[in-house]
């Protein structure tokens, strides 16, 4: 048996004391006797809702985060309609304006434009960011080595989307890439340019952005002489005769009307309204993998300079029939079954 005096007993209940305390600031959920505190989160849209990329990101992160109980909020920069640079931000200022009243725990952040103007304004303070769907490498937004963010990057699946595009055509051997001139599509052609040595076989003839719609409407009319399959970027930010941004559901539904050229894209929601073909990025595998960081942050105590910005690595791929027979390309039975399937034109249904 040990015996202690008085003395050293009181000291090693308060070491004890003083580690406990430690520990249990480590994290927002830390168990102790008392029930522990629901979480309030603020979601920063770089987007709108209701919108299948937003939304799904968004559904993903709270199963990530895995707490039912959790707070949250929702604002939306909805930079589809406030594209100019005065208006995002407009809305930066309204979404910071949030946070600081509010107070939330941790704030998630979707997509790049919310990191401009939202999620840099906080780097190196207490409260912890999350993002995802982002394209720019987060030294971009001014985020590389911000102790108190992390997040998940949006990579295209190029060259995949490429080959299933040729299982679909295979006469497809030049392609062109056409995009607004929003500013976090320079990565993705840049990611672009550097997996063409992946495909050989395939040029890459034309890459163009536009600020309007018009010009946009001319250079795909030209791509026939030149290119044998179409990849497309973004299309939110072109602008018709009266300056106003065009919806993304009017330019597809012209180009399945006006183009006869095979095309990808990366998300399903542009399969949904007549791109061809995409091995897409999963807006739900980026929320679940956001939200998998948010839990680190919050029940585990971990620093979010400590959890690693990755992509997200699986891609779902997709084909709309509805395009296909339009184009006359004839879809193999055995391709139908390992695909999504979209039968037919989101456009015919609604446009928001």
Known sequence: ?????????????????????????????????????????????SFDSPWRWTDGQFAGFKDGLGEPGAEYRVFQMDVKRNSSREAKERMGREARTLIDSWKPD???????????????HYANTPLPFVFSGVNKHP???GL????????????????????????????VH?????????????????????????????SLVAVDQFKTFAAYQRRMNEYPQMADGVVHLGIFALTGADGANVPYQQVQQWVVEHSRLPDVSFWIDRIHFGTLASVTVSEREQGVAAGRLARAILVDGR???SLRILPTVKGSPAVNLARAQRLGVSVKSTLLLSVDVVKSFEWQKTVR
């Open 1 to 45: 048996m040990t015996v202690r005096s008085p003395k050293r007993r009181r000291l090693v209940r308060a070491l004890g004391t003083f580690a406990c305390a430690a520990c249990g600031t480590s994290s927002l959920f830390a168990q102790s006797k008392s029930p522990r505190r629901t979480p309030k989160i603020l979601h920063v849209m």
């Open 106 to 120: 941790l704030v998630y952040t979707s997509d790049d434009d919310a990191q401009d103007y939202v999620t840099r």
């Open 139 to 141: 030294g971009e937004h």
């Open 144 to 171: 590389e080595g911000a102790s108190n963010v992390t997040g998940v990057l949006e990579h295209e699946h190029f060259v995949e989307s490429i080959r299933l595009l040729q299982s679909l055509v295979p006469t």
């Open 174 to 202: 030049r392609i062109a890439v056409i995009s607004d001139t929003g500013p976090h599509w320079t990565p993705v052609i840049a990611r672009i340019r550097s997996a063409m040595d992946r495909l050989p076989g395939v």
């Open 303 to 305: 620093a979010p300079a």
